[in-house]
């Protein structure tokens, strides 16, 4: 049964520091890892997306890795900003022959002006 | 296109009642999903259609729970005999059949509060 486990669960860090969301996954047989941003009350917004066979991908300030073997997935943020703040989610599609998201439980992310 | 869209997007009912939400999802989007997401966790999947075929089904889709898409456009989840559990955010997505390069369009979702 695929679980996905993100670290921190809570993170507060002055504006413009650099920083780093980590996801983990135990089952390596995905087809994508999307990483999500959620505001409170709202739907989800999709950050970035990294097939199977892909190690990273970049949307402006935010750069995400993944490393199938090891059941890892970073999100990192470049200069974030208090507009930064927000629960960050990470989503595996798969194994093989499914095709749901499960989720981790998000980090939630406070920027301070 | 305009997302997915899903009505309505607040709904409070007393324990017991009956609710229904709809979902319209990216047109020509032929999977749908449904998923539901509690307080300070993530989304759980529910359930999912290819067209209108309903494929898969999670163990917390309880017999209280049904969800059709009958014409393989929108979809419509109900809850019957609504409990305080059922408080929740329902979210629906809809995607194309893509494989490794499946995206998930997600809609703002529908919070339902059960007193």
């Known amino acids: 049964k695929q679980e996905v486990t993100q670290i921190p669960a809570a993170l507060s860090v002055p504006e413009g520091e650099n920083l780093v969301l980590n996801c983990s996954f135990t089952?390596?047989?995905?087809?994508?890892l999307q990483w999500f941003r959620q505001d409170p009350g709202k739907g989800l917004t999709s950050l970035l997306l990294?097939?199977?066979?892909?190690r990273e991908q970049t949307s402006g300030r935010l750069n995400a890795s993944l490393d199938k073997s090891s059941g890892r997935s970073t999100l990192y943020i470049a200069a974030s900003q208090p507009g930064d703040s927000a629960t960050y989610l990470c989503?595996?599609?798969?194994?093989?022959?499914?095709?749901?998201?499960?989720f981790g439980t998000g980090t939630r992310l406070k920027v301070l002006a | 296109d305009t997302g997915v869209s899903q009505n309505p997007r607040h709904k409070i009912t007393k324990r017991g009642q009956n609710v229904t939400f709809r979902c319209d999802p990216i047109?020509?989007?032929?999977?749908l999903y449904w998923y539901r997401q509690t307080l300070g966790q993530g989304p759980e999947f529910l359930t999912y259609?290819?067209?209108?075929?309903?494929?898969?089904k999670s163990r917390l889709l309880s017999d209280r729970f049904s969800a059709e898409r009958p014409k393989g456009s929108f979809s419509t989840l109900e809850i019957q005999r609504t409990e305080q559990g059922d408080s929740a955010m329902y979210l629906c997505?809809?995607?194309?059949?893509?494989?490794?390069?499946?995206?998930?369009?997600f809609g703002p979702g529908t919070r339902l509060l059960v007193l």
């Open positions: 259609f290819q067209n209108e075929a309903q494929l898969e």
């Open positions: 089952d390596s047989a995905i087809y994508n």
């Open positions: 047109s020509e989007h032929n999977r």
């Open positions: 989503a595996v599609l798969g194994p093989s022959g499914t095709y749901k998201y499960i």
């Open positions: 990294i097939q199977s066979s892909q």
């Open positions: 997505a809809s995607s194309t059949t893509g494989g490794a390069g499946e995206t998930q369009y």
